[in-house]
């Protein structure tokens, strides 16, 4: 037996094979434990050498054994640790990383510029109805305004379409809760529309703040706290034109005197104006379209081109290349994040 299996350990084995070995020799029914088994049947004289030599025999395979498998693991030890060897002297991948664009980064900005006053942000679909857009805002059917707006209809029945403004979110608040309410809600809106400071579709942020006794002054406060938190300065030149809106009663738009130098929009100076808001107290008909009453609670409300106060604080001077998707555009003009 002994010669036969130290000719087996001898050869080029694997763990597997070794460990078969293993078994054929002491396993249950393995060729050693067999002859111990038959230990009782051998003659009473010769039992004592038997055992012994069995014993020895034993012995030597098991150390044969153990120190073969000992052999195999440090191979294949030795061979993972070639294989997985890290060649140093690789050049670096490039590591691309991406930019905010600065309209995400803009909208970041006024949200937690009006959370400082109390303001709560909103959303809303920019697919809507055409109730929620207009008739509910004091826009019904026939109005010149909707003409004005250019809209995109998704519907025959021109029941749906790509919201022109982010007005409807004041529609969709107030109907969803109860006064009083002091929110805003940023987000893409539409209209057929394109040159240097329009595109078809851009980014509207919303406001409405309605309570027991809210006026025309604490909306000029607002946005006045608001433009100069938002410009990082202490005087900005800032002007109320007195203006129209269905949803609003008085209605003004706020510009922003600019001038342009080397080419780039500089804010503060200049005779340059750039309109970037509408505003109002918020009409009474709309109050009662959304079952408040008009008579309890009054307010004003907001709608600021965020795009075009991107462009302002930036000093981006097309409002087309914010929706290029130039990756060297956005490289140049996107923030870290
Ligand atoms: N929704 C108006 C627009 O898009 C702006 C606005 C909002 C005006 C709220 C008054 C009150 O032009």
């Known amino acids: 037996i002994k010669d036969e299996f130290l000719l087996k350990l001898k050869e080029n084995l694997d763990s597997n094979q070794v460990n078969q070995i293993k078994t054929d020799l002491f396993g249950k029914n393995g060729v050693i434990s067999s002859k111990f088994k038959q230990l009782g ?6 039992r004592k050498k038997f055992a012994s030599d069995l014993n020895s025999v ?27 060897k890290i060649d140093i002297t690789l050049p670096e991948r490039p590591f691309v990383q991406g930019k905010i664009h600065p309209v995400s980064q803009v909208i970041d900005e006024i949200s937690s510029i009006f959370s400082e006053i109390g303001f709560s942000v909103k959303e809303g679909p920019d697919i809507e109805n055409e109730y929620n857009n207009f008739t509910a805002l004091n826009t019904p059917d026939n109005h010149p305004a909707r003409d004005m707006h250019d809209t995109f209809y998704l519907d025959e029945k021109k029941e749906l379409l790509l919201r022109t ?36 579709m851009f980014h509207q942020v919303e406001g409405l703040h309605i309570d027991k006794d809210i006026n025309m002054g604490h909306l000029k406060g607002c946005l ?30 706020v510009d922003i005197g600019y001038e342009i130098k080397d080419g780039k929009i500089v804010i503060g100076e200049g005779d340059k104006w750039l309109e970037i808001l509408g505003c109002g107290m918020v009409h009474p008909n709309v109050l009662k379209n959304v079952k408040v009453n008009p008579d309890k609670f009054q307010g004003y409300a907001f709608g600021i081109g965020i795009d075009r106060l991107a462009m302002l604080k930036y000093g ?19 923030f870290d994040p």
């Open 41 to 46: 049947k051998v003659a009473e004289q010769e």
């Open 165 to 200: 403004h982010t007005s409807p979110v004041q529609i969709r608040t107030m109907l969803n809760d109860k006064p009083p309410f002091k929110i805003i809600a940023p987000g893409r809106t539409y209209r057929s529309d394109s040159d240097q400071t329009h595109t078809p």
């Open 316 to 334: 981006i001077n097309d409002l087309r290349a914010f929706f290029d998707c130039d990756y060297r555009w956005l490289n140049h003009f996107g």
């Open 224 to 253: 006045n706290y608001f433009i100069k938190e938002f410009f990082e300065v202490d005087k900005i030149k800032m002007r109320f034109r007195p203006s129209h809106f269905p949803f609003t009663e008085p209605s003004a738009e």
């Open 58 to 84: 034993k012995d030597e395979l098991q150390n044969l054994i153990t120190s073969k498998i000992n052999d195999i693991e440090t191979k294949e030890i030795n061979q993972k640790l070639e294989k997985e």
